[in-house]
């Protein structure tokens, strides 16, 4: 019996107490399905519920009154074992032993489809995140955001949501004019400029434009310039592209903020903004009302000298996603972007958007650490450590489920050591592991013939291991959708890690093959189905977080 199916079943029970009077309660306020989740303590039953503390008020009843009076019309139910009221009125449920058991054959079938949910169907939202600086090869902020941000869309996919995936390539400003110093100077064999870019991959990029064309060099300086400047970003670009690509992670919206410039869409929301009072002229530049909408200051538009501020380009940008629709904007940025929460909502309430629709999620800095020590630069990048020297390092799968693992909220450090090695001390190992060890007994069970199809009996499912197994793989449809709504793919990687240690720890309990002068029965074939089932959870759990799910290790 699936945790949705109970709480459907219990908002029945709830129905049918106050049809018959048993609790005095507007029927309107009755969910059409009651929340239900793991009791902290084992021991208090296979799941409860705080339907009596919700709405024992609006009944004119204290808590444990409420639950008293519900309890007879949940026990008629035959997949309820046992009922029972604890602590200030949750009602704690046993199932019988042939409804906690079915769980497993459900999930089997199920397949794939095991854990999707409609939390967000019908609603669209567009993502943005990574958007790293066309300068440099993708540091660790920027593979934080590749490895939470895909991840975070899965989660949402599977709760139906349809989700654009968004990056705004930031090919406009003085970064991008200092990157093109930098390769100029590269290639006339010069230092980089005092506040330009340095790094192997600056020399490499430099030349590689030189062997493209080498009459380069020989051009007037600014348009010399112009030249690096258009090259480089493409095939920084380019290179930024590809080892997302090869980190499992694509976009479906390349946006060029280069274009809002080039198209004229910032002149034309700076004049929309004029038009409506939104902005203001003081002391030669013009400011956003931001302050009227929660910024802790109002923030220049225009500079004195009639050149846009970056924040006009982001105002451009919100406008663009306005006109193509989407829902919900959600934005990943790194630590230092705080004061963008006030501002992004500030611009959205001046285009006349609710501010709500706006989300800005920030991240905090990763850490690499080797021997004990914080890895403090690579080579190639100059002055950063990027993603594919965490790769490099500790492969792909290792590099998307450590970055994932912990809430955005903290910073992070990455053990290579650890990491990399192949230990139960190591999470994606230990929960890859777990996967693996589930298809290897599939593949024995087929040897000893022992076959799902031939019998389910579930009632047999009767050890304290398969009661705990049971229990965490039916929490793992509620775990996808909190992390979809909390945008906290976290959770994802936590629950494999629960689920696997479950896993095991039944394994060592129970036997799916049988002895050698054991004759196969349902027992063995019910067990399998619980393996396979876990097996599943597995590896939908491990495709949220974008990481494989090996067959054999």
Same mark, same amino acid.
């Given at each position: 019996?699936?945790?949705?199916?109970?709480?459907?079943?219990?908002?029945?029970?709830?129905?049918?107490?106050?049809?018959?009077?048993?609790?005095?309660?507007?029927?309107?306020?009755?969910?059409?399905?009651?929340?239900?989740?793991?009791?902290?303590?084992?021991?208090?039953?296979?799941?409860?519920?705080?339907?009596?503390?919700?709405?024992?008020?609006?009944?004119?009843?204290?808590?444990?009154?409420?639950?008293?009076?519900?309890?007879?019309?949940?026990?008629?139910?035959?997949?309820?074992?046992?009922?029972?009221?604890?602590?200030?009125?949750?009602?704690?449920?046993?199932?019988?032993?042939?409804?906690?058991?079915?769980?497993?054959?459900?999930?089997?079938?199920?397949?794939?489809?095991?854990?999707?949910?409609?939390?967000?169907?019908?609603?669209?939202?567009?993502?943005?995140?990574?958007?790293?600086?066309?300068?440099?090869?993708?540091?660790?902020?920027?593979?934080?955001?590749?490895?939470?941000?895909?991840?975070?869309?899965?989660?949402?996919?599977?709760?139906?949501?349809?989700?654009?995936?968004?990056?705004?390539?930031?090919?406009?400003?003085?970064?991008?004019?200092?990157?093109?110093?930098?390769?100029?100077?590269?290639?006339?064999?010069?230092?980089?400029?005092?506040?330009?870019?340095?790094?192997?991959?600056?020399?490499?990029?430099?030349?590689?434009?030189?062997?493209?064309?080498?009459?380069?060099?020989?051009?007037?300086?600014?348009?010399?310039?112009?030249?690096?400047?258009?090259?480089?970003?493409?095939?920084?670009?380019?290179?930024?592209?590809?080892?997302?690509?090869?980190?499992?992670?694509?976009?479906?919206?390349?946006?060029?903020?280069?274009?809002?410039?080039?198209?004229?869409?910032?002149?034309?929301?700076?004049?929309?903004?004029?038009?409506?009072?939104?902005?203001?002229?003081?002391?030669?530049?013009?400011?956003?009302?931001?302050?009227?909408?929660?910024?802790?200051?109002?923030?220049?538009?225009?500079?004195?000298?009639?050149?846009?501020?970056?924040?006009?380009?982001?105002?451009?940008?919100?406008?663009?996603?306005?006109?193509?629709?989407?829902?919900?904007?959600?934005?990943?940025?790194?630590?230092?972007?705080?004061?963008?929460?006030?501002?992004?909502?500030? *611009?959205? /309430? !001046?285009?006349?958007?609710? #501010?709500? $629709? %706006?989300?800005?999620?920030?991240?905090? =800095?990763?850490?690499?650490?080797?021997?004990?020590?914080?890895?403090?630069?690579?080579?190639?990048?100059?002055?950063?450590?990027?993603?594919?020297?965490?790769?490099?390092?500790?492969?792909?799968?290792?590099?998307?489920?450590?970055?994932?693992?912990?809430?955005?909220?903290?910073?992070?450090?990455?053990?290579?050591?650890?990491?990399?090695?192949?230990?139960?001390?190591?999470?994606?190992?230990?929960?890859?592991?777990?996967?693996?060890?589930?298809?290897?007994?599939?593949?024995?069970?087929?040897?000893?013939?022992?076959?799902?199809?031939?019998?389910?009996?579930?009632?047999?499912?009767?050890?304290?291991?398969?009661?705990?197994?049971?229990?965490?793989?039916?929490?793992?449809?509620?775990?996808? *959708?909190? /992390? !979809?709504?909390?945008?906290? #793919?976290? $959770? %994802?990687?936590?629950?494999?890690?629960? =689920?696997?240690?479950?896993?095991?720890?039944?394994?060592?309990?129970?036997?799916?093959?049988?002895?050698?002068?054991?004759?196969?029965?349902?027992?063995?074939?019910?067990?399998?189905?619980?393996?396979?089932?876990?097996?599943?959870?597995?590896?939908?759990?491990?495709?949220?977080?974008?990481?494989?799910?090996?067959?054999?290790?």
């Amino acid at each position: 019996m699936t945790p949705s199916e109970l709480s459907q079943a219990l908002a029945a029970a709830l129905r049918q107490a106050v049809a018959q009077s048993a609790i005095s309660l507007d029927p309107t306020e009755i969910p059409d399905e009651v929340r239900v989740e793991r009791p902290r303590q084992r021991e208090h039953g296979d799941w409860s519920t705080n339907v009596a503390l919700q709405l024992a008020k609006k009944a004119g009843l204290n808590p444990r009154q409420f639950a008293d009076a519900l309890i007879p019309f949940i026990e008629t139910h035959q997949a309820v074992a046992q009922v029972g009221v604890a602590g200030p009125g949750f009602i704690n449920l046993t199932l019988a032993k042939d409804a906690a058991g079915t769980l497993a054959r459900e999930i089997v079938e199920a397949a794939g489809k095991y854990g999707e949910g409609e939390g967000q169907l019908g609603e669209t939202v567009n993502l943005e995140f990574v958007s790293a600086n066309p300068t440099g090869p993708l540091h660790l902020a920027g593979a934080r955001w590749a490895a939470v941000g895909d991840s975070m869309a899965r989660t949402m996919q599977a709760q139906g949501a349809s989700v654009i995936r968004e990056y705004y390539f930031n090919d406009h400003g003085a970064q991008v004019d200092r990157f093109a110093r930098s390769l100029m100077a590269a290639a006339h064999g010069q230092d980089a400029p005092e506040d330009g870019y340095s790094g192997q991959y600056i020399e490499e990029i430099a030349q590689a434009i030189i062997k493209a064309d080498p009459a380069i060099t020989q051009e007037p300086a600014p348009q010399q310039l112009e030249r690096f400047r258009e090259r480089g970003t493409e095939a920084m670009f380019a290179e930024i592209k590809r080892t997302l690509h090869d980190f499992g992670v694509d976009f479906d919206v390349y946006f060029h903020e280069e274009s809002l410039h080039q198209s004229g869409a910032v002149a034309e929301v700076i004049e929309q903004l004029k038009q409506n009072g939104h902005l203001y002229e003081l002391d030669g530049a013009w400011w956003l009302r931001s302050s009227a909408y929660g910024d802790d200051k109002d923030r220049v538009v225009i500079k004195s000298d009639g050149e846009a501020a970056y924040i006009a380009g982001d105002i451009a940008y919100f406008k663009d996603k306005q006109r193509r629709g989407a829902d919900r904007a959600v934005y990943l940025l790194g630590a230092d972007h705080h004061g963008y929460i006030a501002r992004l909502k500030a *611009a959205a /309430a !001046a285009l006349g958007d609710d #501010p709500d $629709r %706006v989300e800005v999620l920030i991240g905090q =800095l990763v850490f690499l650490v080797k021997d004990g020590q914080r890895v403090k630069m690579a080579k190639r990048a100059g002055n950063v450590v990027t993603l594919e020297d965490l790769t490099d390092g500790i492969g792909r799968d290792a590099a998307r489920y450590a970055l994932v693992r912990s809430s955005i909220d903290s910073s992070l450090e990455i053990d290579l050591d650890l990491w990399a090695s192949q230990s139960n001390e190591n999470p994606v190992y230990y929960v890859q592991y777990a996967h693996a060890r589930t298809r290897a007994v599939d593949r024995n069970a087929a040897k000893a013939g022992v076959r799902r199809e031939d019998g389910f009996a579930p009632q047999t499912l009767d050890h304290e291991s398969e009661a705990v197994l049971l229990g965490a793989l039916a929490e793992f449809p509620a775990v996808v *959708a909190q /992390a !979809a709504r909390l945008r906290e #793919p976290h $959770r %994802v990687a936590r629950y494999l890690e629960t =689920l696997s240690s479950a896993y095991h720890k039944w394994y060592d309990h129970r036997r799916v093959i049988p002895y050698a002068d054991e004759p196969v029965s349902d027992i063995h074939r019910t067990r399998l189905w619980l393996n396979d089932a876990t097996g599943q959870v597995l590896a939908n759990g491990l495709d949220l977080l974008g990481v494989s799910a090996p067959e054999r290790m």
